[in-house]
Every structure is written in structure tokens, then in C-alpha cells.
Nanobody, 116 residues
């Protein structure tokens, strides 16, 4: 099983980034996909989740209206579009695949730094 994130980097406040997470080794369409983030000295927090076919999404209050998650089951990929980025969005962003109460997989993370 692999989850590989990409798209992180350095961006100025107010800018945008699009993260991608490609899954392999499992039946992607059967898993709830989520994005988490962890800033230095803080606990890992859920940022966004998306249901099996994308009809259900959930966001942390801190990113509502700025971040959008989507998935393409044909490509085994989930995305996180991040707009109006703020310095407090700086963190390592992780992709998660969950089959409730059975399997829980994590990617290696990608760094997002928002700074002028």
C-alpha cells in the first residue's frame, strides 16, 4: 500500500497550492480519503475529508471557504485545492485512506510553507 503526496512548497500569503495524493495497492474507491496537517509543536489535525464517490465532504472550520477537496477514483487520486493561504496554514500535510474500523493508511507528508 502506498499513498504519495505531491504539490507542496513555498507560497506567499494569499496564494494558492494544489496538493495531490496518489494511492496504490488497495481499492481506492472503497476508502474515505482525508487530508490532515501537523504544524511544529502542534497535534495533527483533520483538514478535509471526502466520501467514497465525492458526494460528501467535511472541512475544518479554519479552512472552510478556502480549501476544496476532490477525488478521481479512475486515477486513484485525491486533491486538496488551497486558496487564500495564510501563514497559519504552514504545516506538513498528510493524506489518509480509511476503511472504517479495518484499515487506516498514511502518506509520508508534503511540506507547505506560507511566508513572504
Amino acid at each position: 500500500v502506498q499513498l504519495v503526496e505531491s504539490g507542496g512548497g513555498l507560497v506567499q500569503p494569499g496564494g494558492s497550492l494544489r496538493l495531490s495524493c496518489a494511492g496504490s495497492g488497495f481499492t481506492f474507491s472503497n476508502y474515505i480519503m482525508s487530508w490532515y496537517r501537523q504544524a511544529p509543536g502542534k497535534e495533527r489535525e483533520m483538514v478535509a475529508s471526502i466520501g467514497l464517490v465525492g458526494g460528501f465532504t467535511n472541512y475544518a472550520d479554519s479552512v472552510k471557504g478556502r480549501f476544496t477537496t476532490s477525488r478521481d477514483n479512475a486515477k486513484n487520486t485525491v486533491y486538496l485545492q488551497m486558496n487564500s493561504l495564510k501563514p497559519e496554514d504552514t504545516a506538513v500535510y498528510y493524506c489518509n485512506a480509511k476503511f472504517p474500523d479495518v484499515f487506516d493508511y498514511w502518506g509520508q507528508g508534503t511540506q507547505v510553507t506560507v511566508s513572504s
